[in-house]
């Protein structure tokens, strides 16, 4: 059971635009959210992360928005560059310790694909 | 600081055979992550090690196992190999427990063929 989904497979955002890559969730016991980043042949690398507590973290070009009520998180890219073309995938956890969500779950990932 | 490293980087084996994938984490990591990653399924948590004691488990069958060594090297095995076993297998190491707010960084994976 797929408790983190991406629903689009792949993103084609030109040069300079925004790119919003999208995330649901379905467990109400995660209270922290991850973005990564996947190049091909490399593994994932962390991206940006934001805990329940807040609706909102920004890092430079990228900020991660998060909607409790909806299960639902963003990642917004602005501008876009062509080098962030890669799979990006959602995670999400439980921070109690001790807990069996002690572990990340991932979506399935977006290809985002940034083109001149 | 050297990164997440493992090996083989690639691999090729038969059905039926079974194949050991090795993971030494970043130094001073305690924590080491599994993750299968097939091009339908994204990644799919195996199993996590911490002081060499499987702390927790994905929903794998139990031909897929692990180990996690005194100097928190790791190693996964897959027995008697099926075709669907053909996929990307990622290491992730962090500071402590696999909790969600130790960043776990990722090695580069072992691509495994099964034919």
């Known amino acids: 059971d797929q408790q983190v989904k991406q629903n689009s497979p792949s993103l084609s955002v030109q040069e300079g635009r925004i790119s919003i890559l999208n995330c649901d969730y379905t467990n109400s016991m995660f209270d922290y959210f991850l973005w990564y980043k996947k190049y091909p042949a490399e593994g994932p690398t962390f991206l940006i992360s934001i805990s329940s507590i807040k609706d909102k973290n920004e890092d430079g070009r990228f900020t991660v928005f998060l909607n409790k009520s909806a299960k639902h998180l963003s990642l917004h890219i602005v501008p876009s560059q062509p080098g962030d073309s890669a799979v990006y995938f959602c995670?999400?956890?439980?921070?109690?310790?001790?807990?069996?969500?002690?572990?990340?779950?991932f979506g399935r990932g977006t290809q985002l694909t940034v083109w001149p | 600081k050297a990164g997440v490293t493992q090996t083989p980087r690639y691999l090729i084996k038969t059905r039926g055979q079974q194949v050991t994938l090795s993971c030494s984490p970043i130094s001073g990591h305690r924590s080491v992550s599994w993750y299968q990653q097939t091009p339908g399924q994204g990644l799919q948590f195996l199993f996590e090690?911490?002081?060499?004691?499987?702390?927790n488990k994905g929903n794998f069958p139990g031909r897929f196992s692990g180990r996690q060594f005194s100097n928190s090297r790791s190693e996964m095995n897959v027995s008697t190999l099926e075709l669907g076993d053909s996929a990307l297998y990622l290491c992730a190491s962090s500071p402590q427990r696999g909790f969600a707010t130790d960043t776990q960084y990722f090695g580069p994976g072992t691509r495994l063929t099964v034919l």
């Open positions: 995670a999400a956890s439980a921070q109690a310790r001790g807990s069996t969500l002690g572990r990340l779950y």
């Open positions: 090690y911490f002081s060499e004691t499987q702390r």
